[in-house]
């Protein structure tokens, strides 16, 4: 049946669906402001939080609702944060669009909701409360069940049978009523998608092993699978607990971020002149008005050489006012701004699913298991009489725990050595894609070199000019908050600041000795008397005493020391690409220096441009991308691994899949790896849950098991293969 017929047979049959709440939180106009998004010409966008996905199945479900409802045209669900960034035609009210996900089964909230987090802590609490319930029944069930399985070799009457095998029952009742219910769940979910997933074969191990168990136990039979149960949900829960609480990585930065860019503006509205002080960001977009001056927009170029700007000149949302008063008139604010455009960008460029090693497994599995019980019972049926004790051994040797532990046990510990190292991983699948990259792209500023210029060379006229003039170059450069005089700041301590001393927006500081010259700490054009070019920079300053030069400052973001070396092991069977906002001179000699081609460093890229160069090339490459800034959020969300490093800005950390805390781009390299290593121990963590399955079940159908036996040795998997990713250390081996 497809499913177009099945949405329509379902309708009326009574599955559970979320009814739409009396004030439906987006049935206003005011929801469709807040939570709609432009998503092309004749599309918008929003994000939901889904509440009650699970499993593959849910995922399955959600990504094919284009196919029930035209009006949708995409749903990418993000399984970690439980949320859903939805693509309909436009003209579709916003409560339609939340309603087919209701009649779904979920409940749907805005993608904002303040609630959230709390929502997640809670359904976290209840997840470890349900996992150490599960594993205190099976530690309780385990005492009574050594007794029984004694019985089996000293002999145990008929009557202590029942009544320590009820007591079982009894104990092991709350893991079955009551923590299995994510299993059933899933399971229903899994039937509603016409899916074989883990969880359908848990529930049923669960449901038949209990209730055989809790039959035999009434007839006085020695045959009791109690704590194989308990001890199967148990460890399921504590593996989907590990792979939850893996997922569950801070997301706040740029949320909070696109909160603050979606309020106010400060209090200004479009159309209004607001007055910025130096210092003061700008709560919107516009242009100047009045004043001279120069902001720091280095969260949109990516570099933090201070921009001139005057009257007539546009500002930008998020920039920093340098100097002096600025009257500036504001055109946009919140996420109409291109700051919040960038950001919606970060949400929207989504990266394709990745279907796991571990589903496709887990599929194979659950079918085998389900093909061999049909065939006993087909063959059952045929004879005259059904072998009940062999499909009870089938489904508790075809142990789940192993398929369903292999991944999070590996990965687990790989999160945590990696995290040891300080790097951090927000997927689980991190480890999976890294190790696919074929092409790595780097940002320039701040990744490559270092974001905050430096004092690289101070060149004096005088051969004792520096003990003569340091206290003066302090003072002046105290006097400012310009970021360019901040490396003579902490050359030339001073304790007071020049008191004589007069900034010129855009060119430097004047003041006068005790003879009356004029001192000029600035721009060497300015400086030195000349003419003042509107193509000066502030990469070189120079000290003046009526306009003879005393002293020269070069300038520079020094490229990191550790770069060249790294990249040279980062590109070991890989493509390189640099991809910078900044002026092609700077590009080109930090390429020749880490050994990427000429023609593969590209300059001048705004956010924009770098966004859609990275989606452009992940289309036929493995990309990952390695940024710091704004400007590289939407560019760290496009490619395959996204890599913020150390003092990168809360939207870019927001956007990657791996946070280097450390300032060591070595981190990488490590990284990249380790990534082999961790894949090559899920496959085999993966192959030995297949081999035991096959092996166990195989050895059922000859005979040789029992459903006793079958349950002693069903947690034996999840103990080896839990042993198994204990001793795999993929970072051990790096030097």
């Known amino acids: 049946m497809g499913l177009e017929e099945y949405y329509t047979r379902r309708v009326g049959s009574g599955v559970a669906a979320f009814a739409i709440p009396e004030r439906d939180p987006f049935a206003t106009e005011a929801a469709v402001k807040r939570f709609v998004r432009s998503a092309g010409p004749d599309a918008d966008a929003v994000e939901f939080l889904l509440e009650g996905v699970t499993c593959s199945a849910c995922a399955w479900l959600v990504e094919r609702v284009p196919l029930a409802d035209p009006r949708i045209l995409r749903a990418d669900l993000d399984m970690g944060r439980s949320t859903v960034n939805v693509m309909f035609r436009r003209g579709t009210r916003l409560d339609q669009v939340a309603g087919t996900f209701r009649r779904m089964g979920f409940r749907v909230r805005p993608g904002d909701d303040p609630e959230i987090a709390r929502a997640r802590r809670g359904e976290v609490r209840l997840w470890v409360l349900r996992t150490g319930v599960a594993l205190a029944c099976a530690a309780a069930s385990m005492h009574v069940a050594i007794g029984l399985y004694a019985g089996l070799l000293e002999g145990i009457s008929r009557g202590i049978v029942r009544e320590l095998g009820l007591a079982l029952a009894v104990v092991t009742a709350p893991v079955v009523l009551w923590c299995a219910i994510p299993f059933y769940r899933g399971a229903l979910q899994s039937l509603r998608a016409h899916r074989a997933t883990l969880d359908l074969l848990v529930a049923a191990s669960v449901l038949v092993g209990y209730f055989t168990g809790v039959w035999n136990a009434w007839r006085g039979v020695n045959e009791t699978y109690f704590d194989a149960v308990a001890m199967l949900t148990g460890f399921l829960l504590a593996g989907r607990l590990v792979t939850r609480l893996a997922e569950d990585r801070v997301r706040s930065g740029g949320e909070f971020l696109a909160r603050e860019l979606a309020g ?232 007071a600041v020049d008191p004589d001393a007069r900034e010129t927006q855009g060119c430097g500081l004047q003041t006068t000795d005790s003879t009356g010259a004029v001192v000029r700490l600035g721009r060497r054009d300015w400086a030195l008397g000349t003419e003042v070019s509107g193509e000066g920079t502030w990469s070189e300053i120079v000290l003046s005493r009526d306009a003879v030069e005393v002293a020269s400052f070069r300038l520079g973001s020094g490229l990191r020391e550790e770069a060249p070396a790294a990249v040279a092991r980062i590109l070991r069977g890989r493509e390189g690409w640099i991809l910078s906002g900044d002026r092609a001179g700077p590009v080109a000699a930090v390429a020749r220096a880490c050994g990427i081609p000429s023609d593969r460093a590209l300059s001048r890229r705004d956010p924009e441009e770098k966004l859609r160069f990275v989606e452009s090339l992940s289309r036929v490459r493995k990309v990952l991308f390695v940024g710091d800034g704004i400007n590289d959020a939407g560019a760290l969300r496009a490619a395959q691994v996204g890599v913020g490093v150390q003092g990168g800005a809360a939207a870019a950390l927001a956007s990657c899949d791996v946070y280097l805390a450390r300032d060591d781009l070595g981190l990488l390299v490590e990284l990249l790896e380790a990534s082999k290593a961790v894949r090559g121990h899920i496959v085999l963590a993966l192959s030995w849950a297949v081999v035991w399955n096959v092996l166990g079940v195989g050895l059922v159908l000859l005979g040789y098991l029992g459903p006793v036996v079958c349950a002693c040795l069903m947690p034996m998997s999840s103990i080896a293969v839990v042993a198994y990713a204990l001793t795999r250390h993929p970072f051990r081996s790096i030097p």
């Open 264 to 495: 106010e503006g400060g209090g200004a509205r479009p159309g209004d002149v607001v007055d910025f002080a130096a210092g003061e960001v700008f709560s919107g977009d516009g242009f100047v008005r009045a004043g001279r001056g120069s902001m720091n927009a280095a969260w949109l170029t990516g570099e933090e050489e201070p921009v001139p700007v005057g009257a007539g000149d546009k500002v930008w949302a998020g920039a920093v006012n340098l100097e002096g008063p600025l009257e500036v008139e504001i055109e946009s604010t919140g996420r109409d701004t291109r700051m919040g455009r960038i950001l919606s960008m970060v949400s929207s460029a989504s990266k394709g699913g990745l279907q796991k090693l571990s589903e496709r497994i887990e599929q194979a599995v659950v079918l085998g298991v389900f093909a061999v019980v049909a065939l006993l019972l087909a063959r059952g049926v045929f004879l005259g009489h059904v072998d009940g004790r062999r499909i009870v051994a089938v489904l508790l040797v075809a142990c789940p725990c192993a398929v369903g532990l292999a991944v999070p046990a590996v990965l687990g510990i790989a999160h945590r050595q990696a995290a040891r190292r300080r790097i951090l991983l927000k997927g689980v699948d991190a480890f999976e894609r890294i190790a696919q990259i074929d092409t790595v792209v780097f940002d320039k500023t701040g990744t490559l070199t270092r974001a905050i210029p430096r004092l690289l060379e101070e060149i004096w006229t005088e051969p004792r000019g520096r003990d003569r003039w340091s206290e003066r170059v302090g003072a002046l450069a105290l006097a400012s908050a310009h970021l360019a005089l901040r490396p003579l700041r902490e050359a030339f301590p001073a304790f």
